[in-house]
T-cell receptor, first 116, second 111 residues
């Protein structure tokens, strides 16, 4: 069972370039998330989705876009990369909270992005 | 909004017990999670509390007091592999049931 898979694991971008971080999950989870983690800090929510066709902004959405055309995939797009977007990006997925289900997040291995 | 506070760093000795505290302020509390994150890796789920009291899972226990906005993670019989960051996260039903993470506590276990 692959769980949550992110690509690429590492990328260096020049200021102004665009790129897409890919995320796919095979657990049939409704909810998917993108977080960023700056060195020595906690996770900040960028965008999330509660199902295919539905996306919402999190705490730090500026400079990013997402789409959710299928249950499995939740790509994150950076349109005009800036040095402030240098970070480690984590994709995660979960079931909604209900009954005995805690709604815990399952994380991908992370994508380390450097913008120079 | 939410405010989650936990110590930045802690040091403990192999074989000892360590308690990592987390305090939070939230308008619609709907659960608290603890995650472990080794350097360069993804966070992994450790524990979940939604009702007051202690949840025990092997060497790890987590406690919650909703009235005090307080939780702690207790690690017993520390091992070197427990050196990691421990992230406290709170779910808020007034924020779409999304998780907000604290800054994490970096635990160093020494021989």
């Amino acid at each position: 069972n692959a769980g949550v898979t992110q690509t690429p694991k590492f990328r260096i971008l020049k200021i102004g370039q665009s790129m897409t971080l890919q995320c796919t999950q095979d657990m049939n989870h409704n909810y998917m998330y993108w977080y960023r983690q700056d060195p020595g800090m906690g996770l900040k929510l960028i965008y999330y989705s509660v199902g295919a066709g539905i996306t919402d902004k999190g705490e730090v959405p500026n400079g990013y876009n997402v789409s959710r055309s299928t249950t499995e995939d939740f790509p994150l797009r950076l349109e005009l990369a800036a040095p402030s977007q240098t970070s480690v990006y984590f994709c995660a997925s979960s079931y909604p909270t209900s009954g005995a289900n805690t709604g815990e997040l399952f994380f991908g291995e992370g994508s380390r992005l450097t913008v120079l | 909004g939410q405010n989650i506070d936990q110590p930045t760093e802690m040091t403990a000795t192999e074989g000892a017990i360590v308690q990592i505290n987390c305090t939070y302020q939230t308008s619609g509390f709907n659960g608290l999670f603890w995650y472990q994150q080794h350097a360069g890796e993804a966070p992994t789920f450790l524990s979940y509390n939604v009702l007051d009291g202690l949840e025990e899972k092997g060497r790890f226990s987590s406690f919650l007091s909703r009235s005090k906005g307080y939780s702690y993670l207790l690690l017993k019989e520390l091992q070197m592999k427990d050196s990691a960051s421990y992230l406290c996260a709170v779910r808020d039903q007034n924020a779409g049931n999304m998780l907000t993470f604290g800054g994490g506590t970096r635990l160093m276990v020494k021989p």
